[in-house]
C-alpha cells in the first residue's frame, strides 16, 4: 500500500525534515511540523475489544485540571469522560461495541472546552451483510443465466434489502478490487475524510492481509474533517450557498433596475413546450426572492417566467438563480488498460451499424449529387420561426416603431382583433360546436405560447424590441398546425443582438432541463422471442445490470437474462443495504461455455 509508520521523540529547538525516496529513485523533502516546548499528545490504540485512549503532557501542564474526550461517529456522541491532569500519562478505554462500524472520531479539549488534538480510528465490527449467489443454470452462450441471490446477516438471519446487481464480461472489463469505489468504501471511509483516498476498496478486501493495519495508517494521516471545533463552540454555522433540495424547484430574485430588491412582485411561469400545459404564479417575498417549488415536470420541458411590480410596473430585473454544480476533481490514479475494451467496443458498435441498429433511421444506399439548384426561401422578417414564410398579414419593424403597445399594432391589423387584452381571430370561417372562439398560437421566435393561460403575454412585449409580425388566418395558412392552429396562428420575431434599437425587456427569464429524466430501463436481449436477431453477434461487456433488486422474507431474489457470444469468465457484483442501513458486498465469478 506505500505506507508505514515510525516512532519520533522530538527534541526542543529542533527541525525535523522527512526525506522520501520514490520508485525512481527521485527524492522529495518534507518539513515536519516546529517543535513545542509544551502540549499535549493524544494515542489510541485498538487493543482486542477496546480502545485504550492515551493522554500525555508536558510537565508544566500537570496542574490537576480536567481535560475532556468525546468519541463520536457519523455525528453522534457515543461516548465522553473527563479526567484530571494530575500526571503526565493517562490512560483510559472505551469498549469498541459502544460505536457502529466505521470511522470514529476522537477529541481532546483543555479544561476552557478549546479542541487540543484528535485522533481517528476505524472500528469494524465485521458485521456486514452476507451475501451469496449461484447460477444455477448451465452457462452457455446466448443461453438464459438464472441467478439465485441469498442475503443473511453475520448471524445467519434471513435479511429482506435492496440491492444492486451488475454482470461483466472479466475480459472485455478490465478492474481491479482495490481501485473499485464500493458501497463499503464510499459510506464508511471516503464520505467521511476529506481529500483523495487512494485504492479505496484495499482496506475492504479480504484478500488484502494487511488492510486493518493500514487502514490504521491512513487514520493517523488525517484529522479535524467534517468540522472545526472552535465554529461549533462559538455557535457559528457555516453559510448556506443553496437551499436544502426537498424538491424539484425554479428560484430567483425581483430587483429594479438600479438592483434593489422587489417586493411583492407577481411572477408568472409557463410552459413553452407544445404539448406541455403549465402555468404558475407567485410573488416575491420582502427581499425580492421567489420560488415555484414541488415541481414534478420532465427535463425535457422548457418554461418562460415572467415579472412585474404591483403597479404593473415591467421595467424591472428577473434574475434565476443557478443551479448547483459538482465541482471536478482530477485525481491520481493507476491507469487501466482498456485496449482490449476499446477494441470490442468498436466490433460491437461495427456488428449494430451492420444490422443497422445504431438508430431508428433507414440506411439508405450511397446517391451521388452532380447539380445543384439554389432555391430562395420566402423570408418576410429575418429570422423568423415561420420556415415556410406563408403569411396573410406582415407587420415589420418601422411600422411597430411608432406603437405604444403591442394590443394598438393587433388592432391595426386586418383579419384580428382584440378582446380582453388578447389576440382573435375575426373570420368567420372558424367555427366549432365544441367550444366557443379561443385566443389565436403565439410563437414568439420559435417557443409556443397559449395567450388562454396567460392573458397578458401580447401586453408585456415591447413593441420596439420586434422584428416583425406575421400573422396566418387563413385556414390553408394553419392547417399544418393542426388543434394548436385551429383559431389562428401568430408569429412573433423579436429582434436579434445586431438590429437592436433599444434594451430589450428585462422582466422575461427563460430555463429549460430543469426537470426529472424519463425512465430509462436497461436492454437485455431476450433469445427465446422470435422477432430477436438471432444473427446478430452479441459483444456486450455489461451483460446485466439492475439497481433496484429486493430480496424478500426469506433474504432470497431470483434474476434471469441471457448471456453474451462471448466465451469466458463472467463478474457478478451484489450490493446493497436492508432497512436497517447494514450494507453488504460481494463479488464472485461464473465460466460461460
Same mark, same amino acid.
Given at each position: 500500500?506505500?505506507?508505514?509508520?515510525?516512532?519520533?521523540?522530538?527534541?526542543?529547538?529542533?527541525?525535523?525534515?522527512?526525506?522520501?525516496?520514490?520508485?525512481?529513485?527521485?527524492?522529495?523533502?518534507?518539513?515536519?511540523?516546529?517543535?513545542?516546548?509544551? =502540549?499535549?499528545?493524544?494515542?489510541? /490504540?485498538?487493543?482486542?475489544?477496546?480502545?485504550?485512549?492515551?493522554?500525555?503532557?508536558?510537565?508544566?501542564?500537570?496542574?490537576?485540571?480536567?481535560?475532556?474526550?468525546?468519541?463520536?461517529?457519523?455525528?453522534?456522541? *457515543?461516548?465522553?469522560?473527563?479526567?484530571?491532569?494530575?500526571?503526565?500519562?493517562?490512560?483510559?478505554?472505551?469498549?469498541?461495541?459502544?460505536?457502529?462500524?466505521?470511522?470514529?472520531?476522537?477529541?481532546?479539549?483543555?479544561?476552557?472546552?478549546?479542541?487540543?488534538?484528535?485522533?481517528?480510528?476505524?472500528?469494524?465490527?465485521?458485521?456486514? &451483510?452476507?451475501?451469496?449467489?449461484?447460477?444455477?443454470? +448451465?452457462?452457455?452462450?446466448?443461453?438464459?443465466? /438464472?441467478?439465485?441471490?441469498?442475503?443473511?446477516?453475520?448471524?445467519?438471519?434471513?435479511?429482506? #434489502?435492496?440491492?444492486?446487481?451488475?454482470?461483466?464480461?472479466?475480459?472485455?472489463?478490465?478492474?481491479?478490487?482495490?481501485?473499485?469505489?464500493?458501497?463499503?468504501?464510499?459510506?464508511? &471511509?471516503?464520505?467521511?475524510?476529506?481529500?483523495?483516498?487512494?485504492?479505496?476498496?484495499? *482496506?475492504?478486501?479480504?484478500?488484502?492481509?494487511?488492510?486493518?493495519?493500514?487502514?490504521?495508517?491512513?487514520? &493517523?494521516?488525517? =484529522?479535524?474533517?467534517?468540522?472545526?471545533?472552535?465554529?461549533?463552540?462559538?455557535?457559528?454555522?457555516?453559510?448556506?450557498?443553496?437551499?436544502?433540495?426537498?424538491?424539484?424547484?425554479?428560484?430567483?430574485?425581483?430587483?429594479?433596475?438600479?438592483?434593489?430588491?422587489?417586493?411583492?412582485?407577481?411572477?408568472?411561469?409557463?410552459?413553452?413546450?407544445?404539448?406541455?400545459?403549465?402555468?404558475?404564479?407567485?410573488?416575491?417575498?420582502?427581499?425580492? /426572492?421567489?420560488?415555484?417549488?414541488?415541481?414534478?415536470?420532465?427535463?425535457?420541458?422548457?418554461?418562460?417566467?415572467?415579472?412585474?411590480?404591483?403597479?404593473?410596473?415591467?421595467?424591472?430585473?428577473?434574475?434565476?438563480?443557478?443551479?448547483?454544480?459538482?465541482?471536478?476533481?482530477?485525481?491520481?490514479?493507476?491507469?487501466? @488498460?482498456?485496449?482490449? *475494451?476499446?477494441?470490442?467496443?468498436?466490433?460491437?458498435?461495427?456488428?449494430?451499424?451492420?444490422?443497422?441498429?445504431?438508430?431508428?433511421?433507414?440506411?439508405?444506399?450511397?446517391?451521388?449529387?452532380?447539380?445543384?439548384?439554389?432555391?430562395?426561401?420566402?423570408?418576410? !422578417?429575418? /429570422?423568423?420561426?415561420?420556415?415556410?414564410?406563408?403569411?396573410?398579414?406582415?407587420?415589420?419593424?418601422?411600422? &411597430? +416603431?411608432?406603437?405604444?403597445?403591442?394590443?394598438?399594432?393587433?388592432?391595426?391589423?386586418? #383579419?384580428?382583433?382584440?378582446?380582453?387584452?388578447?389576440?382573435?381571430?375575426?373570420?368567420?370561417?372558424?367555427?366549432?360546436?365544441?367550444?366557443?372562439?379561443?385566443?389565436?398560437?403565439?410563437?414568439?421566435? =420559435?417557443?409556443?405560447?397559449?395567450?388562454?393561460?396567460?392573458?397578458?403575454?401580447?401586453?408585456?412585449?415591447?413593441?420596439?424590441?420586434? +422584428?416583425?409580425?406575421?400573422?396566418?388566418?387563413?385556414?390553408?395558412?394553419?392547417?399544418?398546425?393542426?388543434?394548436?392552429?385551429?383559431?389562428?396562428?401568430?408569429?412573433?420575431?423579436?429582434?436579434?443582438?445586431?438590429?437592436?434599437?433599444?434594451?430589450?425587456?428585462?422582466?422575461?427569464?427563460?430555463?429549460?432541463?430543469?426537470?426529472?429524466?424519463?425512465?430509462?430501463?436497461?436492454?437485455?436481449?431476450?433469445?427465446?422471442?422470435?422477432?430477436?436477431?438471432?444473427?446478430?453477434? @452479441?459483444?456486450?461487456?455489461?451483460?446485466?445490470?439492475?439497481?433496484? !433488486?429486493?430480496?424478500?422474507?426469506?433474504?432470497?431474489?431470483?434474476?434471469?437474462?441471457?448471456?453474451?457470444?462471448?466465451?469466458?469468465?463472467?463478474?457478478?457484483?451484489?450490493?446493497?443495504?436492508?432497512?436497517? =442501513?447494514?450494507? #453488504?458486498?460481494?463479488?464472485?465469478?461464473?465460466?460461460?461455455?
Amino acid at each position: 500500500a506505500g505506507m508505514g509508520i515510525f516512532a519520533l521523540t522530538p527534541q526542543a529547538a529542533e527541525e525535523y525534515t522527512a526525506i522520501v525516496t520514490l520508485d525512481d529513485n527521485s527524492t522529495k523533502s518534507f518539513k515536519l511540523p516546529q517543535v513545542l516546548e509544551s =502540549g499535549y499528545t493524544l494515542a489510541v /490504540n485498538q487493543i482486542e475489544e477496546n480502545l485504550s485512549v492515551k493522554i500525555s503532557s508536558t510537565t508544566d501542564l500537570v496542574n490537576g485540571k480536567e481535560v475532556y474526550v468525546i468519541a463520536q461517529a457519523n455525528g453522534v456522541v *457515543y461516548a465522553s469522560f473527563s479526567t484530571k491532569l494530575d500526571k503526565a500519562i493517562l490512560t483510559a478505554n472505551i469498549a469498541k461495541k459502544n460505536f457502529p462500524t466505521g470511522i470514529v472520531q476522537i477529541s481532546l479539549f483543555s479544561a476552557d472546552g478549546k479542541p487540543i488534538a484528535e485522533r481517528l480510528v476505524f472500528v469494524n465490527h465485521k458485521d456486514f &451483510l452476507k451475501i451469496s449467489g449461484t447460477n444455477t443454470f +448451465e452457462p452457455i452462450v446466448r443461453k438464459k443465466a /438464472n441467478l439465485d441471490i441469498k442475503v443473511t446477516d453475520i448471524n445467519g438471519n434471513p435479511i429482506d #434489502g435492496n440491492f444492486s446487481v451488475s454482470v461483466t464480461d472479466a475480459g472485455k472489463t478490465p478492474f481491479d478490487e482495490d481501485e473499485e469505489k464500493t458501497i463499503l468504501s464510499n459510506l464508511l &471511509l471516503t464520505s467521511d475524510l476529506k481529500g483523495y483516498i487512494e485504492k479505496p476498496n484495499y *482496506y475492504f478486501n479480504e484478500a488484502n492481509p494487511d488492510k486493518e493495519k493500514h487502514l490504521d495508517y491512513l487514520s &493517523l494521516t488525517q =484529522g479535524w474533517t467534517r468540522f472545526v471545533w472552535a465554529d461549533i463552540l462559538a455557535d457559528k454555522e457555516p453559510d448556506i450557498t443553496f437551499r436544502p433540495e426537498q424538491s424539484l424547484e425554479i428560484a430567483g430574485k425581483i430587483t429594479t433596475l438600479g438592483d434593489k430588491p422587489l417586493p411583492n412582485a407577481k411572477v408568472l411561469m409557463f410552459s413553452s413546450t407544445p404539448g406541455y400545459t403549465f402555468m404558475l404564479d407567485t410573488i416575491s417575498d420582502a427581499k425580492g /426572492n421567489f420560488v415555484f417549488d414541488r415541481l414534478e415536470i420532465p427535463d425535457t420541458v422548457s418554461f418562460i417566467i415572467q415579472s412585474k411590480s404591483n403597479k404593473d410596473n415591467r421595467n424591472i430585473n428577473l434574475v434565476l438563480n443557478k443551479a448547483p454544480k459538482v465541482p471536478e476533481h482530477k485525481y491520481l490514479g493507476n491507469d487501466l @488498460d482498456i485496449v482490449n *475494451y476499446l477494441s470490442d467496443t468498436k466490433l460491437m458498435y461495427n456488428e449494430l451499424d451492420k444490422f443497422n441498429m445504431l438508430d431508428k433511421g433507414i440506411k439508405l444506399n450511397t446517391v451521388n449529387i452532380t447539380g445543384q439548384r439554389r432555391l430562395k426561401a420566402l423570408v418576410n !422578417v429575418p /429570422n423568423s420561426a415561420n420556415g415556410s414564410g406563408a403569411a396573410d398579414q406582415v407587420v415589420n419593424s418601422e411600422k &411597430l +416603431e411608432y406603437e405604444t403597445s403591442m394590443l394598438t399594432a393587433f388592432s391595426k391589423i386586418p #383579419g384580428v382583433y382584440v378582446k380582453n387584452d388578447m389576440v382573435m381571430r375575426a373570420s368567420s370561417r372558424t367555427v366549432s360546436l365544441t367550444q366557443a372562439p379561443q385566443p389565436m398560437l403565439v410563437i414568439l421566435d =420559435g417557443v409556443y405560447v397559449k395567450q388562454a393561460q396567460n392573458p397578458t403575454f401580447i401586453t408585456s412585449i415591447n413593441p420596439r424590441d420586434v +422584428e416583425g409580425i406575421e400573422v396566418l388566418t387563413s385556414n390553408y395558412n394553419t392547417s399544418i398546425f393542426g388543434d394548436d392552429g385551429f383559431w389562428g396562428v401568430i408569429f412573433i420575431t423579436t429582434k436579434n443582438g445586431s438590429t437592436l434599437k433599444n434594451t430589450p425587456s428585462t422582466n422575461t427569464n427563460s430555463t429549460k432541463n430543469r426537470g426529472f429524466t424519463a425512465v430509462k430501463q436497461f436492454y437485455s436481449p431476450n433469445y427465446d422471442d422470435p422477432k430477436t436477431n438471432q444473427k446478430l453477434q @452479441d459483444l456486450r461487456s455489461t451483460i446485466y445490470w439492475n439497481p433496484n !433488486v429486493a430480496t424478500n422474507e426469506k433474504g432470497q431474489a431470483n434474476l434471469n437474462f441471457f448471456n453474451a457470444n462471448t466465451r469466458g469468465i463472467y463478474k457478478v457484483t451484489v450490493e446493497g443495504m436492508d432497512s436497517f =442501513g447494514t450494507i #453488504g458486498r460481494n463479488v464472485y465469478t461464473y465460466e460461460v461455455k
